[in-house]
C-alpha cells in the first residue's frame, strides 16, 4: 500500500502567523483529503483534493499530483486553529478493493495567543 | 454537511466483558463503513472495511473474533469488542463512505473512548 509522509511532526505558531503543512505520497492516488482533528477527538474534512487548488477561507490546499505531494495552508492563524492536521490518500486498484484512505502521522499545530 | 454519529462516546467496562458500539450515518446512506482506531498521539489505523450485507474486511492484525462488525443496513454498523482486556482501552473511530458522493465523501463519528479495567 501507500505511505504516507506529513511534516513537520509539531508547529508552534503565534496568533496571527501563517504556515505550509506538507503531505508526500510513495505513490500516486485517487484521492486525497486534508482532515483537522480537534482536541476532543473529532476529524472534520477540510479539503478532497486529489489535484489542484481549493480555498476555504483562511485555509487552501494544493495538490501536484505528479510529483505525489499536497500542501495545507493556514493564514492569520487563531488559537482554534490548534489540533492535529491529517492528510490521507486512496489509491483504487481496478480488479481491487474499493480501496482505504491511508493516514499520515499527522502535524500538531498549537497556536499560542 | 454529512454527519456521522457513534454511541457511546465513552465507556468504562470491567475486563472480559463485551462493548458495543454504533455508528450510524444520520443523513446520507452509507455502502461502506469504516472503523479506525487511535492510540494516544498517534495517528488512525484502519481495522475493518464493512459493506452494507456482507461480511467486513478486517485489516491484518485485526483479530474478526475479537472485533465482530455488523453492517446491517445502510445507514448503522455496530463494532462489538469481544471479552475486552486493558490493551483493548482506546479511541475507536467509524467513518462512513457516501453512497451517491462516492470516493471523496467520507465522513467521520465522533469517536468512542474504550477504557477496560
Known amino acids: 500500500g501507500i505511505q504516507v509522509e506529513q511534516s513537520p511532526p509539531d508547529l508552534i505558531l503565534q496568533e496571527g502567523a501563517n504556515s505550509t503543512l506538507r503531505c508526500n505520497f510513495s505513490?500516486?492516488?485517487?484521492?486525497l483529503q486534508w482532515f483537522h482533528q480537534n482536541p476532543w477527538g473529532q476529524l472534520i474534512n477540510l479539503f478532497y483534493?486529489?489535484?489542484g487548488t481549493k480555498q476555504n477561507g483562511r485555509l487552501s490546499a494544493t495538490t501536484v499530483a505528479t510529483e505525489r505531494y499536497s500542501l495545507l495552508y493556514i493564514s492569520s492563524s487563531q488559537t482554534t486553529d490548534s489540533g492535529v492536521y491529517f492528510c490521507?490518500?486512496?489509491?483504487?486498484?481496478?480488479?481491487?478493493?474499493?480501496?482505504?484512505?491511508?493516514f499520515g502521522k499527522g502535524t500538531k499545530l498549537s497556536v499560542k495567543p | 454537511g454529512a454527519v456521522v454519529s457513534q454511541h457511546p462516546s465513552w465507556v468504562i467496562c470491567k475486563s472480559g466483558t463485551s462493548v458495543k458500539i454504533e455508528c450510524r450515518s444520520l443523513?446520507?446512506?452509507?455502502?461502506?463503513m469504516f472503523w479506525y482506531r487511535q492510540f494516544p498521539k498517534q495517528s488512525l489505523m484502519l481495522m475493518a472495511t464493512?459493506?452494507?450485507?456482507?461480511?467486513?474486511?478486517?485489516e491484518q492484525g485485526v483479530e474478526k473474533d475479537k472485533f465482530l462488525i455488523n453492517h446491517a443496513s445502510l445507514t448503522l454498523s455496530t463494532l462489538t469488542v469481544t471479552s475486552a482486556h486493558p490493551e483493548d482501552s482506546s479511541f475507536y473511530i467509524c467513518?462512513?463512505?457516501?453512497?451517491?458522493?462516492?470516493?471523496?465523501?467520507?465522513?467521520f463519528g465522533p469517536g468512542t473512548r474504550l477504557l477496560v479495567l
Open positions: 467513518s462512513a463512505r457516501d453512497l451517491i458522493g462516492g470516493w471523496e465523501t467520507q465522513y
Open positions: 505513490d500516486s492516488v485517487n484521492n
Open positions: 483534493i486529489p489535484s
Open positions: 490521507a490518500g486512496m489509491r483504487w486498484e481496478y480488479g481491487g478493493s474499493q480501496g482505504n484512505l491511508i
Open positions: 443523513d446520507f446512506q452509507a455502502t461502506t
Open positions: 464493512s459493506n452494507e450485507g456482507s461480511k467486513a474486511t478486517y
